[in-house]
């Protein structure tokens, strides 16, 4: 019987890991964070552990992730827009106010420039 949800272990270590590093955290802050050896984080990371639903929402909810980027099996292009979207979130979380208010409107001016629609 093939089933329509299936862990894949491999997948969720791979996020993690660039979840993480994107968050700029080290394991050891996270594992500090989410109440985890940082020898687990380490396993998790390259799949050498399976962990917990309630540690797989502590560490969305550290990191800022949608709990969904962990747990769903979606195309490839959908988690490049995840990592994308993971970059571009820890960029902006180390802007200024003012250096947000300026992308702010270098993006507006682009979708001014460059309409959606192409």
Sequence with gaps: MEYRYCIDYEKIAARIKTARKSAGLTQAELAEKINISTNAVAKLENNLMATS???????ANVLEIDI???LSDEQEKKEEEDSLDLFLNSL???LSPTDKNFVIHVINGLRLYYPHDR
């Excluded at 639903?53 to 560490?59: A, E, N, R």
């Design 53 to 59: 639903l309630p540690t797989l929402i502590s560490i």
């Design 68 to 70: 969904n980027y962990l």
């Design 92 to 94: 902006l979380r180390s």
